[in-house]
């Protein structure tokens, strides 16, 4: 399970997503460790084409994407902590590995809030020689059937203040 204490002394000195959906939580993460947040765009930029990095991304929202980045906003001593909300087969975290490297970053993890742990995304990302951070792994989907691996359920039932007063309310 992705806990803040386990990434906070790893020098992180950016954080990045993907837009659009790892805003929130990117932004959450950044303000916790007071450090800037870059976003990742899908479509190539129509304002800025000078200097891009850019790579194709195959997920399994949309059959293909171009992510881009300026690489001006990565320095060469950067440690970057790549958020987003789902982690499936781990094409769009392997698209921003791809960009951060090339504009010369190194990757400090993969910080995911939901991850399916029955579909290939953490192996492959684990084989890049990433960590990955997981909030919640759903270990099963089935019709009407959303099954969590027990040790994340506990962790966030035991840490998570508002759940927790929910449930003793």
């Known amino acids: 399970a992705m806990h803040l204490q386990d990434i906070s002394n790893k020098g992180i000195t950016k954080v990045v997503t ?60 950067d440690n970057v902590l790549i958020i987003d909300d789902f982690l499936a087969n781990g094409e769009a975290a392997s698209g921003a590995i791809r960009l951060l490297t090339e504009a010369g970053a190194s990757i400090a993890g993969v910080g995911i809030l939901i991850e399916k742990s029955f579909q290939p995304g953490r192996d492959k990302l684990i084989a890049q020689g990433v960590d990955v951070y997981s909030l919640a792994r759903v270990s099963r989907l089935a019709k009407g059937v959303i099954e969590f691996i027990p040790e994340d359920v506990k962790y966030i039932i035991d840490h998570v203040s508002f759940i927790k007063n929910a449930i003793e309310f």
């Not at 993460?29 to 194709?56: E, F, G, H, R």
Request: glycine letters at 2%.
């Open 18 to 77: 993907i837009e659009s959906s790892g805003i929130a939580p990117a932004l959450m993460t950044a303000l916790s460790l007071n450090v800037p947040m870059i976003i990742l765009k899908k479509q190539p930029s129509k304002v800025l084409n000078d200097n891009l990095l850019q790579t194709v991304v195959t997920s399994s929202q949309k059959a293909q994407a171009i992510t881009d980045i300026i690489p001006s906003v990565i320095e060469e001593n």
